[in-house]
Nanobody
Framework: VQLQAYGGGLVQAGGSLRLSCAASGGTFSMYAMGWFRQAPGQVREFIAG????????YLEGSVKGRFTISRDNAKNTMYLQMNSVKPEDTAVYYCAAGTAPSGGYIVTKDYQYDYWGQGTLVTVSS
C-alpha cells in the first residue's frame, strides 16, 4: 500500500485546515488508519485513529474537540479536519495504515502500523 499525505501549509492560529491521505496499491478498507505528527525536536506522536469501516474513531486529548478524523473507502482516502489550530500544532503530519484484527479496531501504536506516507508540513502562525 502506498500512502500520500497532502493538504499541509501555513495557517493562522484559530484557523482550519484539512489534510488528506490517499491510498493506492491495496484494499484500503482492509486497513485501520491513523494520523501521527512530529514537531521539531520532538518524537513522533499518535494523534488520531479510525477503524476499517470508519465507524470507530479515537482522538488524543491534545486534539480532541478540535480535530476530526474520517475516511471515504470508496475514494481510498482518509482525512484530518483541523479546526481552531494552535501554534503547538505545528508539525509534520504523517498518515499510516495498519492491519486490524477486527473491523472496529483502532490502531494506536506506531509499531502496529505497516505503511506510512511521506508527511505533510503544517505550520501555524500566532
Amino acid at each position: 500500500v502506498q500512502l500520500q499525505a497532502y493538504g499541509g501549509g501555513l495557517v493562522q492560529a484559530g484557523g482550519s485546515l484539512r489534510l488528506s491521505c490517499a491510498a493506492s496499491g491495496g484494499t484500503f478498507s482492509m486497513y485501520a488508519m491513523g494520523w501521527f505528527r512530529q514537531a521539531p525536536g520532538q518524537v513522533r506522536e499518535f494523534i488520531a485513529g479510525i477503524s476499517r469501516s470508519g465507524g470507530s474513531t479515537y482522538l488524543e486529548g491534545s486534539v480532541k474537540g478540535r480535530f476530526t478524523i474520517s475516511r471515504d473507502n470508496a475514494k481510498n482516502t482518509m482525512y484530518l479536519q483541523m479546526n481552531s489550530v494552535k501554534p503547538e500544532d505545528t508539525a509534520v503530519y504523517y498518515c499510516a495504515a495498519g492491519t486490524a484484527p477486527s473491523g472496529g479496531y483502532i490502531v494506536t501504536k506506531d509499531y502496529q502500523y505497516d505503511y506510512w506516507g511521506q508527511g505533510t508540513l503544517v505550520t501555524v502562525s500566532s
